[in-house]
């Protein structure tokens, strides 16, 4: 069960899975309205589930009134609190995890190019923003001069991609374009910006470890399981999402494919869990 975005928190007590990112009461809040059936939570099932995760309850409430302020959520009644999907641009990316793949068409060998040399970098969180997009579209940088590819093999095309670079953050100052027509050296060099062998084997790793934990939920705890199971969860969601979705020819699809398989079995089991926690509060 997980939403995944920004991570940061430092759990008071508890052990957490290895290498999973720390939790912060608005990540958790979010996790929790997304996955939840109805979409929508009392504040007492948030904080029970802040307490599960080791997260205050004041922190919880904090980070309520925050995001309500951002347009994340809503409160139709007191007490009451749900999600607002239309208040990031990043909600849809997220919740579409598991359809990932379907992103994805033959590539035909042409290239799908952003250049970014006139952004300036001095608005820091224009900038983060910027990066973000362009790594959520698998997008890597060529050489110095900001020229950013990826294989134009993305449904929708050029425009497609423009349109879901905006929606994610990309700088106003950017363009997008196809690429075409480039020397060998550079076709070879822009085929070599992923680090594919690298890629299989977080994937291969991060399906052992679900797997490993998934044997384990139904003999745990409730409270440790959900707790686990959200952290871990979390951290295979976000190798999903940062997936660049390369085509067949730069990259063997099935350790990413086994994954996602996976992680879907995994949520259906600790969603579970949770539901059993939150809808008895």
């Known amino acids: ?33 997304s996955t939840h059936d109805a979409h929508q939570l009392t504040v007492a099932a948030l904080c029970q589930a802040a307490e599960i995760c ?17 347009g994340k959520v809503d409160s139709p009644e007191r007490g009451l609190y749900r999600l607002d999907t239309g208040g990031s641009g990043l909600f849809a990316e997220v919740a579409n995890w598991l359809r990932r793949e ?3 068409v033959p590539w035909q060998g042409g290239w799908a190019a ?4 006139a952004v ?20 890597r940088h060529l050489d110095d001069t900001g020229l950013c590819l990826r294989p134009d093999n993305l449904t929708g ?6 349109r879901d670079l905006r929606r994610l953050g990309l700088a106003d100052g ?11 050296d550079d076709e070879q060099a822009a085929r070599r910006l992923w680090d594919t062998a690298a890629l299989s084997r977080q994937y291969r790793d991060m399906e052992k470890r679900l797997a490993a934990s998934h044997r384990k939920l ?10 686990d199971s959200l952290l871990l969860g979390r951290a295979a969601i976000r190798c999903i999402l940062h997936d660049p979705l390369l085509p067949d020819e730069l990259m063997d699809q099935t350790p990413r494919h086994r994954l996602i398989e996976r992680m879907g079995a995994y949520q259906r089991d600790a969603k579970a869990i949770w539901m059993g926690l939150l809808d008895a509060v």
């Open 174 to 184: 950017a363009r997008v374009f196809r690429a075409a027509d480039f020397s060998d």
């Open 114 to 117: 952003v250049l970014d040399n």
């Open 54 to 70: 080791g997260v205050r309850p004041q922190n919880v409430r904090v980070a309520l009134n925050r995001l309500q302020r951002q």
């Open 102 to 104: 379907q992103q994805a």
């Open 120 to 139: 300036p970098r001095g608005e820091k969180t224009a900038w983060r923003r910027h990066q973000r997009a362009l790594t959520l579209r698998g997008l």
């Open 218 to 227: 139904a003999r745990q705890a409730a409270e440790k399981a959900a707790r």
């Open 1 to 33: 069960m997980s939403r995944s975005d920004k991570l940061s928190y430092k759990k008071p007590g508890g052990p957490q899975p290895a290498d999973t990112p720390p939790l912060a009461a608005g990540d958790l809040v979010l996790d929790l309205l």
């Open 157 to 162: 095309g050029i425009d497609g991609l423009r």
